[in-house]
């Protein structure tokens, strides 16, 4: 049999209770007087209940479930206009700290979300843009609508703002300008936009938006958008200056013919130098000629000399056969020296053969010739 074990520390505590009890009444008896002491009536204090044990072994309970996630879309508008940006946010209850919501666009072609839900307005209808956290979802409709057209402008890429300012621009032949149409404000949706020309002959313009002058005149150019919106420009087209387009030619045929002239100068003298060093070349083959005539003159008389000395001695026996010897000598050396006279070298040599003999007591000699 288990025996249960007696809780003194909770006896005592109750004990304590209850004697402070009796001392409370018991002094309000008396404060009130003897008389009334014995005829009240005080309720029976009955001693604690003791709480139940716990087990140990027993199961713990279940945590209590947490409150579901309230989400709510805050400040949205109900309409935009197409281009407009608008951030929303969420009221959110029993969230975490750092939860990160998602958002959602029912279709993208009219408007957009990011991550951070900043819708962006594209094109007029309407789109549910959804929030959501966990199951906790939150959705907002809005309609998007268009921007009505208020003007249109005129624009040349060439020109600045204040060339923009001028009634009418002058252009000239030739001459090419890019125009654009700027629709005010800058979302509105106005349509195509109608291009006119008053003066086709003057100026021409393409799809591209390209004008160019073509002649001398006067034209007017007109752009018109949805809802009877139009703005134009005009022009006015003149001849380019001559004198501003012979000037640049002028200057090339003057410049051609300088150089011309100065080529013309270093040929001439080139020309003039060959001339003077061939008639210096020449002039130098005649002197060397006549040098030569005269050297063969003084061979011959000096030959003609030594011949009739030889006779008169009568060393020699024939004048035939001395006459034939001494042409040929003669003539080698007279070949031998033109050749020296042209850089070439001497390619008839001296016959010793047809030369007399060097006999001291003969006045004809080899020394006599040279």
Wanted: aromatic fraction near 4%.
């Amino acid at each position: 049999m288990k025996t249960k074990k007696i809780d003194w520390k909770r006896r005592t505590r109750t004990l304590i209770v209850l004697l402070s009890v009796c001392v409370s009444i018991s002094g309000s008896a008396w404060a009130n007087g003897p008389a009334d002491f014995g005829a009240r009536t005080y309720p029976a204090i009955l001693p604690e209940t003791p709480p139940p044990e716990e087990d140990p072994e027993a199961p713990e309970d279940p945590p209590a479930p947490l409150p579901p996630i309230e989400l709510t879309i805050a400040d949205a508008p109900d309409t935009m206009k197409v281009g407009d940006n608008v951030t929303l946010s969420c009221t959110l209850i029993n969230a975490e700290a750092g939860a990160v919501i998602e958002w959602r666009s029912s279709n993208d072609a009219v408007a957009t979300v990011d991550a951070g839900g900043r819708v962006h307005a594209s094109s007029p209808g309407s789109v549910e843009i959804t929030a959501s956290l966990g199951d906790a979802r939150s959705s907002k409709l809005i309609s998007v609508v268009e921007i009505a057209a208020e003007s249109i402008e005129i624009a040349v890429r060439e020109y600045s703002s204040s060339d923009m300012l001028s009634a009418r621009h002058e252009l000239t032949v030739d001459d090419r300008l890019h125009l654009t149409a700027k629709i005010l404000p800058e979302n509105a949706v106005a349509g195509e936009v109608q291009w006119a020309v008053d003066g086709e002959g003057v100026v021409t313009l393409d799809k591209e938006g390209l004008l160019t002058a073509v002649a001398e005149g006067e034209a007017t150019i007109t752009a018109t958008a949805v809802g009877n919106l139009s703005d134009s420009i005009a022009f006015v087209v003149k001849k380019p200056e001559t004198s501003n387009d012979l000037a640049p030619i002028l200057l090339i045929v003057f410049i051609v013919i300088i150089v011309a002239i100065a080529v013309l100068v270093v040929i001439l003298l080139v020309l003039r130098r060959r001339r003077r060093e061939e008639a210096e070349r020449r002039a130098r083959a005649a002197a060397k000629k006549k040098e030569l005539a005269q050297r063969e003159k003084m061979k011959r008389d000096e030959a003609d000399r030594i011949k009739e000395k030889a006779y008169a001695q009568g060393y020699i026996d024939s004048e035939r056969e001395t006459t034939d010897r001494m042409t040929r000598v003669f003539n080698s050396d007279f070949a031998n020296r033109e050749d020296t006279a042209r850089g070439d070298e001497p390619d008839q040599p001296y016959d010793v053969d047809d030369l007399p003999d060097d006999d001291p007591d003969s006045p004809f000699s080899i020394d006599d010739i040279e």
